[in-house]
Structures are given as structure tokens and as C-alpha cells.
């Protein structure tokens, strides 16, 4: 099958452009992640919050945990693109062009992979503000192939609901609906270790779990799972979500 390059990267413009364009989305996407960041890093700093690893300050913990909301949240409403270009016929345009389906999808993935980067990257920055540190250029890049899996896991998912949907107020109804649980579930807030049992066996079962985990043992070397057993997860989840998410796109209708 022939990848059109130049589809890939004519979506992708536009994608940046729209980010770029929009800057009370970039202002909004961030606000809450820092508030997360800043209140609850600062008044738990001094906490020592059992199952979290001794000389592991809070802030510490929390960083890693609020860059994998800052990737789920701005990866899975990707899909409201998609809905926007079908309420106004960009996506039947786009449907009808010379070039196949899968070149489209890489095109919206890419575009969406690098936004939500961006932001997942801001919010990297603003933590090292707070007094957050990796522990080593290898930590670093380890952490960022940890956040593309994370961005192309939930990517995957938005461009499975916004394939099936047209109302783009169910989308966010039911993405938000979908989104909470996969955040609390995850340990971003609190080791997974301290939920009672039933909810412990339904965090094993979500994706940001591993995601947020192996971002703790990338950057600051403490983690419930092996990093290798992480990535490898991670890995997975995010082939599967990304194969089921450009096959129902490539199914989907353009309008």
C-alpha cells in the first residue's frame, strides 16, 4: 500500500496551525493541569504518603502523574477534530481526495501526536518550575518515548468514538465520561497500592496505569512495575489502540 507523504504532512500543518492559532485552547488545556500541579504539589510536599518510596518527596510523585492527565485529556479529544470536520464537510473533502485512507489517519495521528506532546511537554516544564528533576538525559528520552506511547494509546481511542459519533457534545459527554476513570484509576494522584482491592483490579486493567508508571521509573527511578514490563505494556496497548482507531476511521463516513 502506498503512504502519500505529502497528505501525512499537509494534515499535520493544519493541525499546527489550528494549535497555533488557538491560543485560548493552549491557555485552557494547561490551566488546570498546573493548578493540579501547583496546589496539591505544595500542599502534600510535605507529606509522606504511604506506598510512595521513602526519599521520594510528593512533588516528585505527582509530576509524572499530571503530565499522563495532560497527555490523556489533550490525546483523546483529538477525536473532537474530526467531529468539527465533519459538521462542516472538510472531512468529505478530504475523503474524496486522490490519496487512501491511511494516509489520512497518519496524517491526523501525526497531527495529534504533536500537539499533544507540546502540551504534555509545557506541563514538563512548569513542573521543573515547581522543583521537579529527572535524574539523567537518559531519564529524559526514556520519559518522552513513555509520553508518545501514552499520546498515541488515547489518540487511538478519540478516533474510535469520533469515527462512530456525530454530535460533538455526546463526544465530549462521553469522553469525559470515559476520560475521569482512566485519570483516577491510574495512580496519578496516589499509589495504585492503596486502593482497596476491587478498584486496585481495574486500575491493572487501564492503560495510563502503566503509562504514568513508567514515567515514574523513567524520571525518577521509583515505580510499582518494571520499567521494561511498563513499555512493554505500553507498547501493546498503543499498537492495538491505533490499529482499531485507523480501522474505524477508514470506515467511518465523511459525513
Do not use: C, H
Not at 496551525?17 to 496546589?39: D, E, N, Q
Amino acid at each position: 500500500m502506498r503512504i502519500y507523504g505529502t497528505a501525512i504532512y499537509v494534515l499535520w500543518l493544519r493541525e499546527m496551525k489550528r494549535y497555533w492559532r488557538a491560543k485560548s485552547r493552549i491557555f485552557g488545556s494547561l490551566a488546570m493541569p498546573v493548578f493540579f500541579l501547583g496546589f496539591l504539589g505544595f500542599g502534600f510536599g510535605r507529606m509522606q504518603v504511604p506506598g510512595m518510596a521513602a526519599g521520594v518527596g510528593y512533588i516528585k510523585f505527582l509530576a509524572p502523574g499530571i503530565i499522563g492527565m495532560t497527555l490523556l485529556f489533550s490525546s483523546s479529544m483529538q477525536g473532537m477534530s474530526v467531529l468539527w470536520d465533519k459538521e462542516f464537510g472538510f472531512l468529505k473533502e478530504i475523503m474524496v481526495a486522490p490519496v487512501n485512507r491511511v494516509s489520512l489517519v497518519l496524517g491526523r495521528i501525526a497531527g495529534g501526536v504533536t500537539t499533544s506532546m507540546i502540551q504534555g511537554l509545557l506541563i514538563f516544564g512548569a513542573s521543573m518550575i515547581l522543583g521537579f528533576r529527572v535524574k539523567s538525559v537518559a531519564s529524559l528520552l526514556f520519559g518522552l518515548l513513555f509520553m508518545l506511547l501514552i499520546a498515541f494509546t488515547f489518540i487511538g481511542l478519540g478516533l474510535i468514538f469520533a469515527s462512530r459519533m456525530k454530535d460533538m457534545q455526546g463526544f465530549g459527554i462521553i469522553m469525559n465520561f470515559i476520560i475521569f476513570p482512566f485519570f483516577f484509576l491510574s495512580g496519578a494522584l496516589a499509589p495504585v497500592q492503596n486502593f482497596p482491592w476491587v478498584i486496585r483490579a481495574l486500575s491493572y486493567i487501564d492503560p495510563l496505569t502503566y503509562g504514568v508508571d513508567g514515567l515514574r521509573a523513567a524520571m525518577i527511578g521509583s515505580s510499582t512495575f518494571p520499567l521494561v514490563f511498563d513499555l512493554a505494556i505500553m507498547a501493546g496497548f498503543s499498537l492495538v489502540m491505533l490499529a482499531l482507531g485507523a480501522y474505524f476511521f477508514e470506515k467511518s463516513e465523511g459525513v
